[in-house]
Nanobody, 127 residues
């Protein structure tokens, strides 16, 4: 059974950094791509970033380009989201999700493409 566990969230001041982790079990990253999503209070969940299962192709939401970096460590079966220059509007619950599909720039951010989800980790950016 595929399981995803996020960690690394917390409270950080504007301009600060956090690194989120998504630890996977029950499968290997060679077989699944990972997306990061977030949901702020009162808003719909939105795609943040994506890394594919084989070639390391990555996509980012416009709102985080240049500030967030997605990466993976196949040996640890873990995907990371390095978040720099954090802003108050980045405050949300962050989720990672897994898909066996090969997604492209027009589909990676659609929740329906993902079969497995973690429980989420809270990120709060505030002074």
């Amino acid at each position: 059974q595929v399981q995803l566990v996020e960690s690394g969230g917390g409270l950080v001041q504007p301009g600060g950094s956090l690194r989120l982790s998504c630890a996977a079990s029950g499968y290997t990253l060679d077989n699944y791509a990972i997306g990061w999503f977030r949901q702020a209070p009162g808003k719909e969940r939105e795609g943040v970033s994506y890394i594919d299962k084989r070639y390391g192709i990555t996509y980012y939401a416009d709102s985080v380009k240049g500030r967030f970096t997605i990466s993976k460590d196949n040996a640890k079966n873990t995907v990371y989201l390095q978040m720099n220059s954090l802003k108050p509007e980045d405050t949300a619950v962050y989720y990672c999700a897994a898909t066996s599909k090969v997604l492209v720039i027009t589909t990676w951010y659609r929740e329906i493409q993902y079969a497995y989800w973690g429980q989420g980790t809270q990120v709060t950016v505030s002074s």
